[in-house]
């Protein structure tokens, strides 16, 4: 939601040019809170409002606007005042956002970023999207094991005004291989015995991520460990970065966002649902709708295959939606179930018999107590209490042949190097009702 409390007041500042004003307003609040009050600013309007803070409150701002809005001041601003803004901002941030903005603009804006920080930038771009590498900063906090709790502390204050994060003090040697790690935390507590080596203190048996790993991958170890930052080495072993733990709720956001949307049998939005275009949401939305959309029709024919026997008891017809929502309901709870057990690393394909036995249970209770109840329903209906046995005995089938699909499908995806959130609910729906439609036929002609 926009807030709209200063948009007026910040207008009328930038009409009249009052830089002393916005400068308060820049510096009065914290970044975040002084970001929130500038939506509904067009990128040059926000600009407008930075070029008069202070470079450090202007990046710090910067940092918590829209990406729309980044991106549209960069492509719409002066590249000789945005060039030291993107030279001072954290090296993981200033990459993704140079990733969505126009390339000719890139372009010029990189030629004019003093050499070492365009190294590092053309660095962090090389490395695909998704992976470590492409998250990883290159700020990090790092020294040599040689010296002294004291010596390491001064050091420290000298480096962390150029840092993003010391929670964590790497140790390196002089070719900057990973040889330990101290806390911020263990140095304080050792300011009783200044002349400590950090040799001494630091901890040898790192748990380290690959700059080519998957950024998934990598969010899942930093909350299995609870990390608040994990260093990136390469095949080296030296240290090429860290992984802070404000990129891994990102990325988990990320995750958990995507697979929201292929649980809904959407296709995976790039941005936000506002900020995609009309079109194209329905293009995304259209394919899995065109497959859900098939699978109804080869229902449709499987009912008009069993036309004669449906002429013959009509009254059957009536417990169609029974018999598919059943089964349906019953898959997507057991797909929903497995698709989070093996997000969250609860279960592993290797675990199918367990889990095929567990839900072949399950499908026998949840089959028997909704069966019971369909009998009753169909004793009211049906002309016999002999055919009214259809609508349990099918039921039953049904739901547990719905906890079987909607718990092996996922697994099966996730054997096959596929992402098991593409057996959305819908999808497994669709295949059980197809399966529905035949037990429920076969049955009435088994039993009438």
């Known amino acids: 939601m926009i807030n709209t409390l200063y948009l007026p007041e910040l207008r009328e500042m930038l009409a009249a040019k009052d830089e002393a004003g916005l400068r308060e307003f820049c510096e009065a609040l914290h970044a975040g809170r002084t970001a929130e009050f500038m939506e509904g600013l067009t990128p040059l309007e926000a600009w407008g409002v930075l070029r008069a803070a202070s470079s450090q409150a202007r990046v710090e701002i910067f940092g918590y606007l829209e990406e729309e809005v980044q991106v549209g001041i960069l492509e719409s601003g002066d590249p000789a005042e945005l060039a030291p803004l993107i030279a001072d901002m954290p090296p993981d941030d200033r990459v993704d956002l140079l990733h969505q903005t126009d390339s000719s603009i890139v372009e010029t804006v990189l030629s004019l970023i003093p050499t070492e920080e365009r190294r590092d930038i053309l660095r962090l771009r090389a490395y695909p999207e998704e992976t470590a590498g492409a998250m990883m900063t290159t700020e990090i906090a790092k020294l040599p094991e040689n010296l002294t709790v004291s010596e390491a502390l001064k050091e420290i204050g000298r480096q962390a005004k150029d840092l993003e994060t010391i929670y964590y003090i790497y140790i390196v040697d002089e070719e900057d291989h990973l040889r330990g790690l101290v806390s911020t935390r263990q140095l304080v507590t050792q300011l009783g015995k200044p002349e400590t080596l950090l040799s001494e203190l630091m901890k040898r048996d790192l748990v380290t991520v690959s700059a080519t790993d998957d950024q998934e991958a990598v969010a899942e170890k930093v909350a299995d460990f609870d990390f608040l930052a994990i260093p990136v080495v390469d095949a080296e072993w030296h240290l090429v970065g860290i992984i802070t733990y404000d990129d891994v709720i990102d990325v988990l956001q990320e995750e958990a966002t995507e697979d929201a949307h292929l649980a809904g049998a959407v296709q995976p939005l790039e941005e936000g649902y506002l900020a995609t275009r009309l079109f194209l949401l329905t293009r995304l939305r259209a394919g899995w709708l065109t497959v859900l959309f098939a699978a109804a029709i080869l229902t449709a024919l499987l009912l008009q295959s069993y036309d004669a026997a449906l002429e013959e008891v009509t009254w059957l017809v009536w417990f169609v939606p029974l018999v598919i929502s059943s089964g349906g309901n019953t898959g997507s709870q ?82 096959m190097g596929l992402d098991p959130a593409l057996m959305s609910t819908p999808f497994v729906a669709g295949i059980i009702d197809i399966v529905g439609i035949v037990l429920y036929m076969n049955v009435a002609i088994w039993l009438l």
């Open 334 to 415: 057991s797909a929903t179930l497995i698709i989070r057990a093996l997000t969250t690393k609860e279960i592993m394909p290797s675990d199918w018999s367990i889990v095929l036995w567990r839900e072949v249970l399950m499908g026998c209770l949840l089959g028997a107590f909704l069966a019971t109840i369909g009998y009753v329903a169909a004793c009211f209906l049906a002309p016999s209490a002999m055919a009214a046995l259809v609508i349990p005995v099918t039921i039953f089938l049904v739901v547990i042949c719905g906890t079987i699909l909607g718990a092996m499908l996922p697994l099966l995806f996730q054997r």
